[in-house]
């Protein structure tokens, strides 16, 4: 994705600011949901592009450090630290200073070896020290994926961050990429003295450019798409990267010139319905509610705050859902929930389950998966052959036992049941299956 200006980095308005902030010594945030080109940005900050117009800019290298935190062993400050110090290396590769990558080198070991997390924090500690002072230019740590990890962390592993920081001000920042702002990830008072350094460079996630958006259409499709469709992708897509690329896969399975008259089969296509799914499925329930508002034209009862919550999630573009796949989504999924009616409901657009009107915790998926061949079976007995065959794939059918089958199953009830040791919807027939009723069963004929 690259733009149709000069400027050679993704979503160039936000990365200029970026690098501009970077420039001007701050630490900056980024957010925004799901497949919006978050690390595609952070990638493309680590680039040697990046760095030489942080260089035009100050007069000054930087070298721009990518780190995946998906790539962390685990969900502890031990296991950042690892990542961030192996993310340095990789880097940083022969252009390091022999003494100073055989000494990032050691300590790394020293990280992974740790046997207390005060031995992890010294390790991790003299490393970024090391880089800091030797390395000859600045450091920018881009921490993509960041969101688990930050939530999951000690206080004591951010505030030595923030010492860090403090210490080598005028050569080491930080860029988070998260999907929600970090004041809303923890709120702690205690946190606050690290999400305090992006207070002033904290940016949402923007839509793609039309010629970005063309740039990756022409990545995914090729010359596949004529300029009809491709538009049509632009306009249902409304710049979200993940929705742009669903309904380029949707269109390309129409006949050739068929683009607007395909319009209503995207819509129910599965695969722009499942990015709206993961889209719907990041929000919480009173965002989920003002975005329905909005989409069933009622937003009369929106409050200020609301709207900006939305805007926030670069939901809202000129006060309007952006994309009207996702409006089209929502009233789909409140028509669904009005309809409810006793009984177990499966929502397959949106991935709800209501039990008698009212929608249960989210399921797992291999627990969605039972519901489903359960529910595709209802008032029918399922033995065990369907389930596995259905929840677990055809070639588990001689490692799963009638154990890992029962636990499941209690597992569901336990979600869907009210008394799951009185259940009255999800029953088992001992010896022979199990059954998903459409109305409650009298409790004499209950078996659990």
């Known amino acids: ?17 970026v690098l501009g902030d970077l420039a001007a010594g701050e630490c900056v945030a980024v957010c925004g949901l799901s ?42 400050a031990q296991a950042f630290y690892e990542v961030v110090l192996r993310s340095v290396l990789e880097r940083l590769g022969a252009q390091a200073a022999p003494a100073l ?3 990032l080198r050691a300590h790394h070991q020293a990280v992974t070896e740790a046997s207390t997390s005060f031995a992890a924090s010294l390790a991790f500690n003299l490393a970024l020290t090391e880089v800091c002072e030797q390395l000859g230019s ?24 923030r010492a860090l920081r403090d210490r080598f001000s005028d050569r080491l920042s930080f860029v988070t990429a998260t999907l929600r702002g ?46 009809e469709s491709a538009r049509l992708c632009r306009e249902l897509a409304g710049g979200h990267p993940g929705l742009l690329v669903a309904v380029a896969q949707a269109l390309m399975e129409e006949p050739i010139g068929r683009g607007e008259e395909a319009r209503p089969r995207i819509r129910q296509h599965p695969a722009p319905r499942a990015e709206c799914l993961k889209i719907w499925g990041q929000l919480k329930d009173e965002e989920q509610a003002a975005l329905t508002s909005l989409a069933s034209d009622e937003p009369a009862g929106l409050s200020p705050q609301q709207r900006r919550r939305l805007e926030v999630l670069g939901l809202l573009r ?39 009107g009212s929608r249960i915790p ?38 799963v036992d009638d154990a890992r089958v029962e636990k499941l199953v209690s597992r569901l009830r336990g979600k869907i049941e009210a008394d799951p040791a009185e259940p009255r919807y999800l029953l088992t027939q001992r010896g022979r299956g199990y059954k998903l009723l459409s109305s409650p069963v009298r409790d004499a004929e209950a078996e659990s």
């Open 182 to 227: 970090l004041e809303e990830l923890r709120g702690h008072d205690v946190e606050d003295e690290f999400a305090e350094m992006f207070a002033r460079s904290t940016y949402t996630m923007p839509p793609l450019s039309d010629g970005d958006a063309d740039h990756l259409l022409e990545a995914v499709a090729g010359e596949a798409l004529k300029a």
């Open 318 to 356: 000129d006060g309007r859902i952006f994309s009207p796949l996702l409006a089209d989504f929502a009233v789909r999924r409140q028509r669904s929930v009005g309809e409810a009616r006793q009984g177990v409901q499966l929502d397959t657009d949106s991935g709800d389950v209501w039990v008698d």
């Open 138 to 161: 600045g450091l920018g740590l881009l921490l993509d994926e960041f969101d688990e990890i930050y939530a999951a962390l000690e206080a004591r592993a951010l505030l030595n961050l």
């Open 101 to 103: 990558a055989t000494t």
């Open 35 to 76: 497949n919006t080109g978050k690390s595609s940005l952070m990638r493309a900050l680590a680039g040697d592009p990046a760095e030489s117009l942080f260089r035009r800019q100050v007069a000054r290298p930087i070298t721009l450090v990518y780190v995946d935190c998906n790539r962390a062993v685990a969900i502890s």
């Open 362 to 399: 989210v399921l797992t998926d291999l627990e969605y998966r039972l519901l489903e061949v359960l529910n595709s079976r209802r008032d029918k007995l399922t033995d065990k052959y369907q389930i596995v065959t259905a929840v677990w794939g055809e070639k588990y059918l001689g490692e």
């Open 1 to 17: 994705m690259t733009s149709s200006t000069d400027w050679p980095l993704p979503f160039p308005t936000l990365s200029k600011r």
